[in-house]
C-alpha cells in the first residue's frame, strides 16, 4: 500500500473481487432473480408486443433491460456489504493505518461492483441470445448494453459504499439500497411510455432516470444507432454517478476522519 492512487486502487479492487469469489453465494441469488424476470416476463407478457404501440418489437429485446437494471441493483448492493464486512472484521481501521490512498480504499470495492455486473450481464445477455434476442446495432451494440449497464452500476455502487459508510451497519446498508427498486417499477419497465394510462405514473417515468437507462437500451436492441436516445442514456448516468460518488466520497471522508 502507498504505491499511489492507481496501483493502490488495484490492490483493493483485486482483493475486493477475490473476495466475492470466495463467497458465491453472495451474487448467484441476484443474478438467478435477473434471469428469473426475463424468462417469467418473456413467457407471459410477450403477446402484449403485438400491441401497434410496441412497433413490431420483439418483447425479449424490450424487457431484456430490466433484467440488466435488476442486476446492477444487485451488484451495487455488493459493493456496500463489501465495505461493512471490511468495517466488522477490523481490516477497514487497520487500512486507515497504511498509507494506502484514501481514495483507493472506496474505488477498491465500487470497481470490484462494476466487474461483478460485467460479469452478470455478460451472462444475462448469453441466456437472451439462447432464448432467441437479435440485436438491431449488432455486436458494436451488444458492447454499447454492457457499457450503459456498467455506467448504472456504477451509480449504484457509490450510492451503496456511501451509504455502507455513513451507517456502518449492514442492514442499514442493505435496506438503503431498496429505495431502487420502485425506480424499476416506476417506468416504461412492461410498456412503452404511449401505453401507460394513469398520469402521475406518466409524471413518475419522465423525471425517473432509469426510463432513460431503458429507452437507451431498447434503442441499440429494436431501433438501431438513434443517437438522441442514447446520449439521452449515458447523460443519466452522468447525472446520477455526479450525485452518488459525491455521496460516497463526503461519507468516505466523514469515515476516515473518525477512524
Known amino acids: 500500500m502507498g504505491n499511489g492512487l492507481l ?100 474505488l477498491g470495492p465500487i470497481i ?13 445477455l448469453i441466456v437472451a441470445f439462447l432464448m432467441g434476442l437479435k440485436v438491431e446495432t449488432g455486436f458494436l451494440g451488444v458492447v454499447v448494453v454492457l457499457l450503459i449497464a456498467i455506467g448504472w452500476g456504477l451509480a449504484f455502487a457509490g450510492y451503496s459504499a456511501g451509504v455502507a459508510l455513513k451507517t456502518k451497519n449492514a442492514q442499514a446498508a442493505q435496506a438503503g439500497t431498496l429505495i431502487f427498486f420502485p425506480l424499476i417499477f416506476l417506468s416504461t419497465t412492461f410498456v412503452p411510455y404511449e401505453l401507460i394510462e394513469a398520469q402521475w405514473l406518466k409524471v413518475a417515468a419522465t423525471i425517473n432516470p432509469t426510463t432513460y437507462i431503458f429507452n437507451s437500451m431498447r434503442t441499440l436492441l429494436i431501433d438501431g444507432w438513434v443517437w438522441s436516445e442514447i446520449g439521452k442514456g449515458f447523460l443519466a448516468i452522468v447525472i446520477v454517478c455526479a450525485i452518488t460518488i459525491t455521496f460516497a466520497a463526503v461519507s468516505a471522508k466523514k469515515a476516515v476522519s473518525r477512524g
Request: charged fraction near 10%.
Open 7 to 106: 496501483k493502490d486502487t488495484w490492490i483493493l479492487s483485486k482483493r475486493s473481487v477475490l473476495t466475492t469469489l470466495r463467497s458465491p453465494f453472495t451474487f448467484i441469488p441476484n443474478l438467478l432473480i435477473s434471469m428469473f424476470f426475463l424468462l417469467v416476463y418473456e413467457s407471459g407478457l410477450s403477446g402484449i408486443s403485438k400491441l401497434e404501440a410496441f412497433g413490431g418489437a420483439n418483447y425479449l429485446a424490450f424487457i431484456l433491460p430490466v433484467s440488466v437494471v435488476s442486476a446492477a441493483i444487485g451488484g451495487a448492493g455488493g459493493a456496500g456489504q463489501g465495505i461493512i464486512k471490511d468495517i466488522e472484521n477490523g481490516f477497514f481501521s487497520r487500512l486507515l493505518l497504511t498509507p494506502a490512498s484514501r481514495l483507493s480504499i472506496v
Open 112 to 124: 470490484a461492483g462494476m466487474l461483478q455486473l460485467l460479469v452478470q450481464t455478460s451472462l444475462i
